[in-house]
């Protein structure tokens, strides 16, 4: 069974840093591309960022580039969001989510639970 | 950047009624359309991959259609289980977009 479990989320001040991390199972991780999604209280879903399987192929939505680095370690079957320069609207639960493995690599097959990060002073 | 846009925003509808909701991208985007499901709480499901082809495990009264720009998402006769807000999703070029979601409620 696919298991997704993000982690590290949590109150941070604006212009903090906070790294989340997605713990992969069921599933060998290193075969498939990750993509993190976020979600603002009450909002819509938004794509933040997508790195392929190998780790060298990697995209961000324009509202987190340059904040935000997205990474893998394939040996520990985790996915990293790294967050700097944190600002009030990217307050929002994050989710990690697999690919399908098929269709493209955006169409997100699974997901985690999600984290919530909560950007205030 | 693709803008996906959905319609209606919110129905309202019955048990057993048929459901339909339409996403309109800004651009061609083929058959690489996704739909999700999410309920209150809970992170969301995909439906529908590549416009019309149903995930695993998921009933067969959903049911997508549509290409290039246009796209349906169809609830045959409406469940209990059912009520929840969708969205669209274009999974043709980064960055990957959703539409602003369309919230099925009791009637």
């Known amino acids: 069974e696919v298991q997704l479990v993000e982690s590290g989320g949590g109150l941070v001040q604006p212009g903090g840093s906070l790294r989340l991390s997605c713990a992969a199972s069921?599933?060998?991780?290193?075969?498939?591309?990750m993509n993190w999604v976020r979600q603002a209280p009450g909002k819509g879903l938004e794509w933040v960022s997508y790195?392929?399987?190998?780790?060298?192929?990697?995209y961000y939505a324009d509202s987190v580039k340059g904040r935000f680095t997205i990474s893998r370690d394939n040996a520990k079957n985790s996915l990293y969001l790294q967050m700097n320069s944190l600002r009030a609207e990217d307050t929002a639960v994050y989710y990690c989510?697999?690919?399908?493995?098929?269709?493209?690599?955006?169409?997100?097959?699974?997901w985690g639970q999600g984290t919530l990060v909560t950007v205030s002073s | 950047d693709i803008q996906m846009t959905q319609s209606p925003s919110s129905v309202s509808a019955s048990v057993g009624d048929r459901v339909t909701i339409t996403c309109r991208a800004s651009q061609g985007i083929s058959s690489w359309l996704a739909w999700y499901q999410q309920k209150p709480g809970k992170a969301p499901n995909l439906l529908i991959y590549a416009a019309s082809s149903l995930q695993s495990g998921v009933p067969s009264r959903f049911s997508g259609s549509g290409s290039g720009t246009d796209f349906t998402l169809t609830i045959s006769s409406l469940q209990p289980e059912d009520f929840a807000t969708y969205y669209c999703?274009?999974?043709?070029?980064?960055?990957?977009?959703f539409g602003g979601g369309t919230k099925v409620e009791i009637k």
């Open positions: 999703q274009q999974a043709n070029r980064f960055p990957s977009t």
């Open positions: 790195i392929s399987s190998s780790g060298n192929t990697i």
């Open positions: 989510a697999r690919d399908l493995g098929f269709a493209t690599v955006t169409t997100l097959g699974y």
């Open positions: 069921g599933f060998t991780f290193s075969s498939y591309e």
